[in-house]
């Protein structure tokens, strides 16, 4: 799990400060496999998988990072209509749509970072990051494997000084 914090950071995208926790049985309580909570300091991630680590962070990262005017600016490109909101399919919301892509291409590098759409996600992952698409492709390498801590043992991101912007 340190691995994804650090890829974040290698990239230059800020994480806040993070508590993070795996838990069993996060499908029957909270109806995911993950989730972050920001109503606590510092904000906690509980994960039952490794697989949904990097997706939460994303929704960190975006929460810390994003205003409102920027994300509404990334649902233009991706032709999303609204950010969050539970009658709305998950899919469709702007929220998981950015987390999905984040966490993908910070899972698997820009340059290797592969879809059937490669080219307008990519700019759109450009336009809400601020980093660089690459003109071509590279060969994909793969990636080392991350470890999960021990049920219930803590792993904390560095503190990041300041607040979320808003």
Not at 59 to 69: E, I, Q, V
Not at 70 to 76: G, I, V
Request: negative net charge; charged residues 25%.
């Amino acid at each position: 799990m340190q691995r994804a914090i650090d890829r974040f950071g290698d990239l230059g995208l800020e994480l806040p400060s993070l508590e993070t926790q795996f838990a069993e049985g996060c499908r029957e309580r909270f109806g995911a496999w993950g989730r972050i909570r920001f109503d606590t300091t510092p904000w906690h991630i509980e994960v039952c998988t490794t697989a949904v680590f990097s997706h939460e962070l994303a929704h960190a990262w975006d929460r810390w990072n994003l205003t409102d005017a920027e994300r509404r600016a990334y649902m233009d490109v991706r032709g999303l209509e609204a950010w969050q909101g539970a009658d709305i399919p998950w899919k469709e919301r702007g929220e998981e749509d950015l987390a999905i892509l984040v966490s993908r291409v910070v899972s698997q590098g820009v340059n290797n970072y592969r879809s059937e759409d490669r080219s307008a996600e990519l700019h759109a992952f450009g336009q809400i990051t601020g980093i660089p698409v690459p003109a071509g492709d590279v060969a994909v390498t793969t990636d080392a494997r991350l470890e999960a801590p021990q049920y219930g043992s803590p792993l904390r991101s560095p503190s990041m000084p300041g607040s979320p912007r808003t």
